[in-house]
């Protein structure tokens, strides 16, 4: 691994995951915009085997994510990058690892969900399926980002990524509690910009 990009590998982890999750739901998208129950579901019967596909991407992407964030958190774990008081490294290195631990708890729940909406697509048209799974994972998903975003910003990772990520946990709390849903793409475009960030990320050589 090259040392001054100590996580990169956790960055493409995290990023390819985000692409994949992406391209799948992606492969019939206007299906999400479409209001008429009726329209989804002759859209879906169109299209069985794309939205078949996108669903197991999707399920991928919604696997893979926290791996690298999960990566990260034993990187900060090892060998702390942070900067200041003594304290900071071990609130940095708790903060990654419960956000990870938030993505990894709430990723079964939107596989479940994912794969009854490949099985079943007159359910997923007429939204007749179980809300729950999908709620707990949200919240554990706005849970995780925040704790990642704030855990970034007490590190050398800081900058306006991680400051967006923490800064989105308030924003998707109150969505999902007024209206008890909310599109879960959001999620994911926070986790690749983190993936992305970590990607990039060079470490200042030593004077």
Known sequence: MDQSQPYARAGAVSTAAGVCWLLGI??????????????RLAMLERHRGLWTLGQFLAA???AAA????????AQL??????AGAASE???GENLAAAGAAALLAGSPL???DLAVRAADIEKFAYRRGAAWPFLAYAGLQTCGIGLLGVALQSSSLKGRT????????PLFAGILLRYKDIPPFVFYL??????????????????
Do not use: I
């Open 110 to 112: 939107f596989v479940w």
């Open 162 to 169: 991680a400051l967006g990520a923490a800064a989105s946990t």
């Open 89 to 91: 490294p071990a609130r």
């Open 26 to 39: 992606a492969m019939v998208g206007n299906v999400h915009a479409t209001k008429s129950a009726e329209q």
């Open 60 to 62: 991928a992407g919604t």
């Open 77 to 82: 774990r090892q060998s702390p990058q942070t």
């Open 190 to 207: 926070v986790e690749t910009a983190l993936g992305v960030k970590l990607l990039r990320f060079k470490k200042e050589p030593p004077l």
């Open 66 to 73: 926290p791996m690298g964030f999960l990566r990260l958190a």
